[in-house]
Structure formats: C-alpha cells, structure tokens
C-alpha cells in the first residue's frame, strides 16, 4: 500500500468561525425547542476553567491529573470544546457512501438493526439445534455456530482429545444434519468460524441442506476461515499457506457462483486481541491480514468485486468506550481506502464488521461484573456502528453458558434497540467532538502502524520476525503492570475484593461419557456407509482442483465419509511457515492465579496470611487508611483482623503503642497464634510521632512479621520510619501485586 494514500477525516474544506455561527443559527432556527435565552450567563474562557479545576485539584498538577494517556499512545483531553475540533467535523459526509466513517449503511439500523448472534456451543449436535432454536424463539437474528477444536481442525470424534471443547462436535453428515433440522436459513443468516479453510464445514453444510431438499442459493451470512490467524494463535498450519489460498479462491469462487449471500473469509482479531493488543494494533494487524488475502486472492485472479464480497471482519471490543467507537469508525475509514488502492468501485469498500466483547477485558474472580463489562462494550459497539454482534454470557471464561447468563447477554441486545431506541440515529457518535477527535487520532495511528507492517515486507514477513509478536507483549507486559500498581482497576479482583464471593460452579462436562455417546452415534452411522462409494468420492475429494472442491467434499460427506476422512483426503502440501505464536491471555490472570494459590494453602493447611491493624486513634482519624489497607490486603483473600483503634488512657500518654503491641503479641486466637504482618494505619500528621515510638515496640512483639506503614511516606521521613523498623508502605503507589506475593512466600504458600 503505498504511504501516500490520502486518509482523511472529511473531504470538506475547515469551517470559518463566521460559517461556524450561520450553521448552529440555522440548526436553531429549524429546531421546535422554545426560546430560552441565557444572557444571565456568562460563558468561561479556557483559562477560566482551568483556573476553577486547578482550585478544585488543591495544588495537584492540572497537567498530571486532568489529562488521561491510554495504551493506544493518545491522550484523552479534559473537555473537547467544539471550536477546537470544528474543523474535522463530517459534514459533507453521509453514512453508507464515501470512505464509510460514518456508517456502512446509508440507513444505519433504522431499517435493519444489527444482527444479534449468539453464538451456540453446546457439545452434542441435538441439543445445539436446540439451543439455536431457542436463542431465536427470544430474540436472536442469527443462527451462529460455534464448532469444537476438533471439528475445526478436521479429525473425527473418536479421535477427538476433548470433544465439546469450544463448541459442538460434528464428525457426520448425520451429525450436521441434526443440528439443522428445522432451521430456516433462507430467511436467516448463518454463521460459523471454519479455521484455516472453509470448504470443509461449508461442503457439509451443504451436502445437509441437500440432504433436506433446500436451495442452496439461499444461504446467506458467514462460513469464513481466517488461516493466518490460525497460524498466529497455533505458530505454524496444518497445510502450506499456499494451499489454503487456493482453497479460499476456490471457495470464493463457489459462493458467487452458488450462494453469492455467503462470506466465506472471516478476518478475525480476536488472536491479536487476546494476546493483550492495543486498538491500534488490533486493527492494523488485522488489515495487514486482510491484505494479504486480498493480494493473494488477486494473484489467483479474481477480481476485487467478489473479494471484496466474500470478506468479513470480526472486532474485539474493549472496555475503553469512547475510544472503541472512536476504533470501529477509524477502521470503516481505513478499509475503505485500502480497497480504493486496489481498485474498489466505492459500493465495494464498504466493510462488514462482526463484534464481540473482549474476552481479554473478562475476569474468572467476581464474574457478574463481566455483566457490566458487557453492557459497555456492547453499546460502543452499537454506536461505532458493527453490523452483527455476539454478546458473550457472563461466565464465558468458567463455563458454557446457561439459560440465566445466554438469556442477560441476549437481552442487552434486545434493551439496546427496544428500550434504548439505538435503531433511530444513524451515526449516533457523529459530530461528537470528542469522538470525532478521537476517531481522528486512532485513524492516524492505525494507518502509521499498519505502514510499518507493509516496509516490512507484509503480515507474514513482519510475524517471521517477530515484531508484531513482541509489540503485542510489550502491550501485554505494560497492562499487567498496571493492574499490579492499581493505575489499571479490575473490580472485584485487584480493587474492591468481594470476601463473600462464593465461586461459580464450572460444571464440567464428563468428557468421557459424552465422548462413547458420539462414538457410539458415528459408528452406528457407518454401519450403513457403502465403503467402496465413500472411497470413490474420497478419491474424487484427493483428485479434486480446488474451484471444485466444496463440490467433491459434499459428495464424500452425502456418501458417508466422517470430517477426518475428508480432511485427509483433501489435505495437500504440510504448512512450512512457522512463527511464534500468541497466547491467550485475560488481563486479570495473574490475580487470579495469586487468590488460587491462596485459597489451595487455606484447602490444605485450614491456614492464612493474617493480618494485623495497628490502628491509631479514634475511628476518624485511622479509618480511611485501615479501609485502604483492608481491600489492599484482601485482594490476595487474606485474613484481615479489624479493631476500632487503640487510644490512650487519660494518665498515660502513648500508652496507645504499649496496647497495639499487647494485643499483636497476644496472637490471632487463645492459643496465641502470631499475626504474619501488621499495618500501621493513622494519618500523616500523627506518623512523625507514632511511628518511630511504635514501630519498634510491634517488632519486638512480632519480630518475624512484616511491618506495614500505610500512606505513601513524605521524603523527608522516609528514612526515619524505615529505621524504626517499617519494612514496606501500602498506598496508591505500591506494587500490590508483588507485595501479596511476597506474603505468600513468607507464609510457606508459595515457593
């Protein structure tokens, strides 16, 4: 892609400030809002509001506290006024045409809402027929599949390591078959992830609809593979790379001539995504993706109105709201322009965008909160203007959902276009400065990174080297360091730790039984397979060019072969490129693993880290601190022992220090069982006094105990409470991962 490309925000020339007044004046003038005139108010200048902030910040730097960096390398300003950012403002813009910014429909939902696609993922091919069934019967709009690991990868059941894994398990026609009796896909679309190719689950899913007399030409929405993606998420693909391009041009050419409703590339960011990626990154290097396919599909000749018909993305949306809109609008913009690059009649640069929550953004600790996650990422998915989207059930990262957690995630779609009338605007962020602003800053630097993916000789070349793999971990490394010192906030894991939290049930499914039953099925199957007929067509399969090729599958499935047959028989050259792959992380995982280790000691020893509170002073005076420094503590779901502070007899002045040390040394029971750290908790006013005059007297009562000073301490003073005997500070500074972990260490949990 060449680096002049022109990606701009609006085609329209900057507006004077005179242009400015004549627009809102006439805006006014057509509105039916009555006349309120509000010459009693005088409108602050900038200076005036920073003024009335740096009063409220009470000497804290404005420039530090008021301004907000984010992970994408773009600062969110305090206040986005509109005659800073009227110049970027779309007005000769219009949703459905032009470089798509502001919509890729000219409608926007108003006639046709998102498609609500709930994906379906029940082990057994029966029930998942069902739960489709079901999820349509209260609101869905689309019947998506989600398949197991080894569907996707092509080997039978009986071979199958962990059947049900991800998703239903198909080896048979038969099996396909019953997972869409009853299903109306001529007036439904379809959708299902295929892996490295799609011929394969598409020539199955044909051969069933045959099977049950329905036209095929009616099939319409997404059977897509994504091979590149494939090889990011496992570092290298069952089949060349080569290959698999002839099977999507193949496929390609198939649909248009069969079923031109089906998409059958499916360009996913999911794998970037859950490797910890940035917005910038997520989308560049999905494009870099996508580009790859577009050329490749184009040295096969095909020309760029079907490829561009057969391509679908899916987006990861995370939990930064403005700046997720900002990203989907930025992406509709750049795809646009990519595609003008090769050649696109403007009806063909439209992109079709498939969304779903961040499963990264997801926490296994305090689940229910991943509702309100949900709902967040939802709606700036719906205002960044996706064209489907799956909402995941809560409990995505423990189990398979259940009909409490399918129902809530199903029924934010439903809130959001019944109740929350989101079908009405069209291009709800459009003209938000703060939005625009943003859509305009993430543009830019979702273009730069995606340069540096193509100087790099493109996405294959830029994954051999590995620089997209360590930016992605540099990313990663950055998040988790954050949620260490508390800058980043998970709630429920490393801030505000729910102590009463009983933990889901993750009802494991007996892989075992499940597994003798769809044996079982499959070789009741076979036990009616013309042997020598399959063989014929699993010959015709391996004969097979790949324009023919969903065509000679869906005879070998409709004669009886299994999926591992076909696959076998289709298979060509072995995949040759390796690169390292990214793992699946969630950004709270470390946390987790932590509160595991913890509450594996407490199952076998019936121990704990406990904490004592040498609080000083009455209530007021000690109680921010010893709040602070119980939910610092609890994160790691450690014992914290609470008291309402220790304060002096009338006739013995600090006599409070003697009491804290008593009741330290006195132990957590009757026995005497010592404390394993205490925390000194007052204010920073009382510290110069108290803790050089206590902190000794609580180490000779506890001397193998870590001591604690809670509050950040003033420089000046630092020294001295480490003299006295402070070994370590708790406060908004502190690494709170490290300092639970080191806990565990001393009390013998970990090693």
Same mark, same amino acid.
């Given at each position: 892609?060449?680096?002049?490309?022109?990606?701009?925000?609006?085609?329209?020339?900057?507006?004077?400030?005179?242009?400015?007044?004549?627009?809102?004046?006439?805006?006014?003038q057509n509105a039916s809002y009555p006349d309120v005139p509000f010459d009693e108010f005088t409108v602050p200048t900038p200076e005036e509001w920073v003024a009335a902030c740096n009063e409220l910040l009470k000497g804290k730097p404005f420039d530090k506290m008021m301004y907000t960096k984010n992970y994408e390398g773009i600062t969110f300003d305090p206040i986005y006024t509109l005659r800073k950012w009227k110049d970027i403002l779309p007005t000769?813009?219009?949703?459905?045409?032009?470089?798509?910014?502001?919509?890729?429909?000219?409608?926007?939902?108003?006639?046709?809402?998102?498609?609500?696609?709930?994906?379906?993922?029940?082990?057994?091919?029966?029930?998942?027929?069902?739960?489709?069934?079901f999820e349509i019967s209260k609101g869905s709009t689309v019947y998506h599949v989600r398949v197991d690991s080894a569907t996707l990868g092509g080997i039978d059941v009986k071979d199958a390591e962990k059947p049900g894994d991800k998703g239903v398990s198909l080896t048979t026609l038969e099996d396909m078959h019953t997972m869409l009796d009853g299903l109306d896909l001529e007036k439904l679309p379809y959708m299902l992830y295929t892996g490295e190719?799609?011929?394969?689950?598409?020539?199955?899913?044909?051969?069933?609809?045959?099977?049950?007399?329905?036209?095929?030409?009616?099939?319409?929405?997404?059977?897509?593979?994504?091979?590149?993606?494939?090889?990011?998420?496992?570092?290298?693909?069952?089949?060349?790379?080569?290959?698999?391009?002839?099977?999507?041009?193949?496929?390609?050419?198939?649909?248009?001539?069969?079923?031109?409703?089906?998409?059958?590339?499916?360009?996913?960011?999911?794998?970037?995504?859950?490797?910890?990626?940035?917005?910038?990154?997520?989308?560049?290097?999905?494009?870099?993706?996508?580009?790859?396919?577009?050329?490749?599909?184009?040295?096969?000749?095909?020309?760029?109105?079907?490829?561009?018909?057969?391509?679908?993305?899916?987006?990861?949306?995370?939990?930064?709201?403005?700046?997720?809109?900002?990203?989907?609008?930025?992406?509709?913009?750049?795809?646009?322009?990519?595609?003008?690059?090769?050649?696109?009649?403007?009806?063909?640069?439209?992109?079709?965008?498939?969304?779903?929550?961040?499963?990264?953004?997801?926490?296994?600790?305090?689940?229910?909160?991943?509702?309100?996650?949900?709902?967040?990422?939802?709606?700036?998915?719906?205002?960044?203007?996706?064209?489907?989207?799956?909402?995941?059930?809560?409990?995505?990262?423990?189990?398979?959902?259940?009909?409490?957690?399918?129902?809530?995630?199903?029924?934010?779609?439903?809130?959001?276009?019944?109740?929350?009338?989101?079908?009405?605007?069209?291009?709800?962020?459009?003209?938000?400065?703060?939005?625009?602003?943003?859509?305009?800053?993430?543009?830019?630097?979702?273009?730069?990174?995606?340069?540096?993916?193509?100087?790099?000789?493109?996405?294959?070349?830029?994954?051999?080297?590995?620089?997209?793999?360590?930016?992605?971990?540099?990313?990663?490394?950055?998040?988790?360091?954050?949620?260490?010192?508390?800058?980043?906030?998970?709630?429920?894991?490393?801030?505000?730790?729910?102590?009463?939290?009983?933990?889901?049930?993750?009802?494991?499914?007996?892989?075992?039984?499940?597994?003798?039953?769809?044996?079982?099925?499959?070789?009741?199957?076979?036990?009616?397979?013309? &042997?020598?007929? =399959?063989?014929?067509?699993?010959? %015709?399969?391996? @004969? #097979?060019? /790949?324009?023919?090729? *969903?065509?000679? $599958? !869906?005879?070998?499935? &409709?004669?009886? =072969?299994?999926?591992?047959?076909? %696959?076998?028989? @289709? #298979?060509? /050259?072995?995949?040759? *490129?390796?690169? $390292? !792959?990214?793992?699946?992380?969630?950004?709270?995982?470390?946390?987790?693993?932590?509160?595991?280790?913890?509450? /594996?000691?407490?199952?076998?020893?019936?121990?704990?880290?406990?904490?004592?509170?040498?609080?000083?002073?009455?209530?007021?005076?000690?109680?921010?601190?010893?709040?602070?420094?119980?939910?610092?503590?609890?994160?790691?779901?450690?014992?914290?022992?609470?008291?309402?502070?220790?304060?002096?007899?009338?006739?013995?002045?600090?006599?409070?220090?003697?009491?804290?040390?008593?009741?330290?040394?006195?132990?957590?029971?009757?026995?005497?069982?010592?404390?394993?750290?205490?925390?000194?908790?007052?204010?920073?006013?009382?510290?110069?006094?108290?803790?050089?005059?206590?902190?000794?007297?609580?180490?000779?009562?506890?001397?193998?105990?870590?001591?604690?000073?809670?509050?950040?301490?003033?420089?000046?003073?630092?020294?001295?409470?480490?003299?006295?005997?402070?070994?370590?500070?708790?406060?908004?500074?502190?690494?709170?991962?490290?300092?639970?972990?080191?806990?565990?260490?001393?009390?013998?949990?970990?090693?």
């Open positions: 892609m060449a680096e002049e490309t022109n990606i701009e925000q609006s085609k329209s020339k900057p507006m004077t400030d005179k242009e400015l007044e004549e627009l809102l004046r006439k805006s006014e000769d813009d219009y949703p459905g045409m032009g470089d798509y910014l502001r919509g890729s429909t000219v409608n926007g939902y108003v006639h046709e809402p998102w498609g609500i696609a709930q994906a379906c993922d029940l082990t057994e091919p029966q029930e998942n027929n069902e739960l489709l069934k190719g799609s011929a394969r689950l598409l020539a199955m899913t044909v051969a069933a609809l045959k099977a049950a007399g329905k036209k095929i030409e009616k099939l319409h929405g997404i059977i897509g593979a994504d091979p590149i993606g494939e090889l990011v998420k496992n570092g290298k693909t069952a089949e060349s790379l080569d290959a698999l391009y002839d099977q999507m041009a193949g496929v390609i050419k198939w649909a248009k001539k069969n079923a031109p409703g089906l998409r059958t590339i499916l360009v996913r960011s999911t794998v970037f995504s859950l490797g910890g990626a940035e917005s910038v990154q997520e989308v560049a290097y999905t494009y870099a993706v996508a580009v790859e396919y577009v050329r490749q599909m184009m040295k096969r000749g095909l020309d760029i109105h079907d490829i561009s018909q057969a391509i679908a993305f899916e987006f990861n949306q995370g939990a930064n709201f403005f700046m997720e809109i900002a990203k989907l609008r930025a992406a509709r913009q750049i795809w646009a322009n990519i595609m003008k690059e090769f050649g696109a009649e403007e009806a063909d640069r439209a992109s079709f965008v498939h969304g779903r929550p961040a499963s990264f953004t997801k926490t296994v600790i305090d689940p229910y909160v991943n509702m309100l996650r949900n709902c967040t990422q939802s709606f700036s998915s719906v205002v960044g203007g996706v064209n489907t989207f799956e909402n995941e059930p809560f409990d995505e990262l423990i189990r398979k959902g259940d009909t409490f957690s399918r129902r809530i995630a199903r029924n934010i779609h439903i809130m959001l276009q019944e109740e929350f009338g989101m079908q009405a605007p069209i291009d709800q962020a459009g003209g938000s400065w703060a939005v625009e602003a943003l859509t305009k800053q993430i543009t830019e630097k979702i273009w730069a990174k995606f340069q540096e993916v193509e100087a790099a000789g493109g996405v294959i070349a830029a994954l051999k080297d590995g620089s997209i793999q360590k930016g992605i971990a540099d990313v990663l490394a950055a998040r988790f360091k954050a949620l260490e010192l508390r800058k980043d906030r998970a709630v429920g894991v490393n801030m505000y730790p729910n102590m009463t939290e009983e933990p889901l049930d993750p009802r494991p499914e007996n892989t075992e039984e499940i597994k003798k039953i769809l044996v079982a099925a499959v070789e009741k199957y076979e036990a009616d397979v013309d &042997a020598k007929e =399959a063989e014929a067509k699993l010959a %015709a399969v391996k @004969a #097979a060019a /790949a324009d023919v090729l *969903v065509d000679a $599958e !869906a005879e070998a499935f &409709a004669a009886g =072969a299994t999926i591992g047959q076909v %696959a076998k028989a @289709a #298979a060509k /050259a072995e995949g040759e *490129v390796t690169v $390292e !792959a990214i793992a699946e992380h969630h950004w709270t995982e470390k946390f987790e693993a932590l509160r595991r280790d913890t509450e /594996a000691y407490i199952a076998k020893t019936g121990k704990n880290v406990e904490v004592f509170l040498a609080n000083m002073g009455p209530i007021p005076q000690h109680k921010a601190r010893a709040d602070f420094s119980t939910s610092f503590l609890q994160v790691g779901e450690f014992n914290v022992h609470l008291n309402n502070g220790f304060q002096d007899d009338e006739d013995k002045p600090n006599s409070r220090w003697e009491k804290a040390a008593a009741a330290l040394k006195a132990g957590i029971d009757e026995a005497g069982t010592p404390y394993d750290c205490a925390v000194i908790c007052s204010t920073d006013a009382t510290y110069p006094e108290d803790v050089p005059g206590m902190a000794p007297l609580l180490k000779a009562a506890n001397p193998t105990m870590k001591l604690f000073l809670a509050g950040a301490p003033a420089k000046d003073m630092k020294q001295t409470y480490l003299d006295a005997g402070v070994d370590d500070f708790i406060s908004v500074s502190a690494n709170c991962f490290d300092i639970l972990k080191d806990l565990q260490k001393r009390k013998g949990m970990i090693e």
